[in-house]
Each structure stands twice: as C-alpha cells, then as structure tokens.
C-alpha cells in the first residue's frame, strides 16, 4: 500500500535519536513520522549518561531521574598497581545510571504525545532524497516527505547506501556484557549508594561496572588487545571478572539475567552525514567505544543540532539546499573528535595512568577532564581539549 499523507520530516529509526528529533520537531509545529524497525521495549546496552544530556531532556519534557539510578561520577581502577582516581559528575546538570528499554520506550512514547506520527514493526528499504521531495519505501508502505533524518543506529541506513562508513582503529574491538541482580553486602550497598561507574583496567582492555536500580548490575568486558587464544565466549568473559578482586566480591551469590552478549565492530565515523533533505544523527553520522558512555550523549545532542537546523532551513526557504547542515556539524565534528581522541589516547598512549592517575594534583587539569567526561565539549577555555584537537590523529571527519 501507499501512504497519501506528505510528512515535513520522516525519521528512520525510534531510539533516542530519533525520538529526540523526531520531538523537538514537533515541538515546532510540524508533521514528522517516526519509523521503527523493532517494537519497544527492546533490550540496549550503553547505560551510563553525560549531565550534559539533562538539557535536552528538559527540552523534550522528560524527568529522567524517574526511576533512575543518581550516577555522582566515574572511577577508574587499576586493580594491579592499586591506583584509582575518582571523576565527580554531579554540578550544574545530573545524570543517572538508566535501563535503557524502559528509558528509551519512554523516549518514544513521548514523541507520540507530542503528535509524532509513529510506526513500529516496520523496516526503512529505500530513500530517495530529490530537489523535489523524499520518497521512503517499507517493507509496508511508501511514504513522501519534505526532508528525511536517517537515526538507525549502527545499521547507518545512509552511510552504508552512500559506502561512507569509515571503520576507526586501534580501539575497542568487541564488547562481552551481561546483566547481574546482587546479593546484599557492605560493599554492594556502598556501590549503590554513590551510583558511580567504575571502569578496571586489564591487560586485554577495559571491564565496566555500571549499578541499576533494584540492585542490579551491567557488567562488561571491552577487548582491544589480542586475548589468550584457547578463550572464546563464556570463557574469555568469565576469566577476566574472576581475575577481577573487585568484580569477584560484588558477583559472590549474583544472579545472572540473561545470556552473555556480544556487541562487536565499534568504531566509526560517516563521512557524508547530510546533504540535499537529508541528515544523520546519532550511530548513524558515528560511534564511538564506550569507555567514556558518550554514545547516548551524541544521540540525543545530534539529534538536537539537526533538528534546530532543519526547521531554521524550513524558516528560510532553505530546505534544499545540501550544506543546511555544515554550521552545526562543525560543532558536532568538535564534540566527536575531542572524545575520539581521548579514547585513542586512552587505548595508544596510557591515557589513565599517564594523566587520569596523577590528574589530582593540578585542579585545572582535573576540571578539564571533568569537564569533557561530562559531556560538555563546547567550552572556549578547555586547554586540555584544545591540545588533543592540535594533537596527532586529528583527521577531520569529511562531509563528503
């Protein structure tokens, strides 16, 4: 069948970036459709967020300390040498440790109440953006529309059709995750009760520990170097946590929720993240190893940016034009390369023994840090971001 009704803007994709957008644009006033593949809730990993993202959710109506776990900072352990060093993150913003299937179905419910038109258990095939109009084929239907924001994730509808997804190195190469519901104990409750991530250095990469209400836990191991050869699976995941001193105590007497998972092939950016009544936000336009928890941060930021833009470009008679996005990506290209380059330091130049452990001892440092870790990546007096932007491996991310 055919759909007769023309949309001003048509979303692909009902995650965080795409309810994001799919919301603020309606906020404005205009006839957006939200397509999704699946049908919330649906399991996501990535649950630790940013304070810099509490200002979008204002935007988008959302208290998203219902129901959430208060996340005050970030640890970062080295459980060999015994050195640690601690990121507050609770200031001017909050943020929260958040299940994503509960949080990102109330994302998507909320686009609904704002009047986005919404279909689910249905499949983007096609896009066809012309001078004229979008066209968007389903495996249901066929739609129009003025302009098409593609938010599908790591299946980058257009990236992939436009063969400009460029893979980034050297960092994680695949992640092993499972979920755990936790035995009462001393330390559990002190875990708890500061909601903080703690990410454990291993000689293989990283293992993160993030707390969730009702005492339950995401842990994952996040492998960069080559592991022992005779370990694959179950094995590989469960050698390292019981290598772990600190994960064995929080895991004595836990219950496994569900089976292991694998998330693989982490790292990438599109080069063509927008063009004529088009755009990408979120996974789609890049994502990044989640060392630092900045992928739902660019998802819902993004999708701020492109949505701002998109009814501006409508405004003013701009919506064809192909370089609408170029001001706003300049922005994004900053957000994305400052946290690249952190990460590829992080895995290349001992990023955490190096700065993060001795950070304590110059407080401007230790702020700046701070301060890129939460999210805020647009300030004019960062020093230690504007020296990882002129350092080295700073390509830019073309929009071809």
């Not at 302009?147 to 893979?167: E, M, P, V, W």
């Not at 001992?350 to 870790?373: G, M, Q």
Request: one cysteine or more; glycine letters at 8%; charged letters at 25%.
């Amino acid at each position: 069948m055919t759909e007769q009704t023309i949309y001003d803007i048509i979303v692909a994709g009902g995650g965080p970036a795409g309810s994001t957008a799919a919301t603020l644009l309606a906020q404005y006033g205009l006839k957006v459709l939200l397509i999704e593949r699946d049908q919330h809730p649906r399991f996501h990993i990535g649950e630790s967020m940013m304070p810099r993202s509490e200002p979008v959710m204002e935007r988008l109506g959302i208290n998203w300390g219902d129901g959430n776990l208060v996340k005050n900072g970030a640890e970062f352990i080295d459980e060999k040498t015994g050195k640690r060093t601690y990121f507050p993150l609770q200031g001017k913003y909050r943020t929260y440790q958040i299940e994503r299937s509960v949080f990102d179905e109330r994302l998507f419910n909320n686009a609904l109440r704002h009047g986005v038109v919404a279909r689910q258990r249905e499949k983007v095939l096609a896009v066809d953006c012309t001078a004229e109009k979008v066209s968007v084929a389903t495996d249901s239907a066929t739609y129009q529309g003025r302009y098409f924001i593609d938010a599908t994730g790591r299946s980058a509808l257009l990236g992939k059709k436009h063969k400009s997804i460029n893979k980034l190195t050297n960092l994680g190469k695949f992640a092993l995750y499972k979920h755990y519901h936790l035995a009462p104990s001393p330390t559990v409750e002190q875990l708890f009760a500061t909601g903080n991530i703690e990410i454990l250095l291993t000689d293989t990469g990283w293992i993160w520990c993030i707390p969730l209400i009702n005492k339950r836990l995401s842990v994952g191991l996040v492998v960069q170097k080559q592991p022992p050869d005779d370990l694959k699976g179950d094995a590989l995941f469960e050698h390292y946590l019981k290598a772990s001193p600190r994960m064995t105590e929080l895991l004595a007497n836990a219950q496994i929720w569900g089976d292991l998972r694998v998330e693989a092939d982490f790292s990438y950016f599109n080069d063509k993240r927008y063009g004529q009544r088009f755009a990408c936000c979120g996974d789609a336009a890049g994502f990044l190893d989640p060392v630092f928890s900045s992928g739902f941060f660019f998802a819902t930021k993004t999708a701020e940016f492109i949505a701002d833009q998109v009814y501006r470009g409508f405004t003013e008679g701009r919506e064809t034009d192909p370089l609408l996005h170029a001001e706003s990506d300049e922005l994004y290209q900053t957000g994305f390369q400052t946290m690249y380059l952190m990460i590829e330091r992080f895995y290349c130049s001992n990023l955490v023994h190096n700065l993060f452990f001795e950070s304590d001892r110059e407080a401007r440092i230790k702020n700046e840090i701070t301060a890129i870790l939460a999210g805020d990546l647009w300030m004019a007096d960062n020093n230690f971001q504007k020296g990882l932007l002129q350092g080295r491996n700073n390509r830019p991310l073309t929009n071809t």
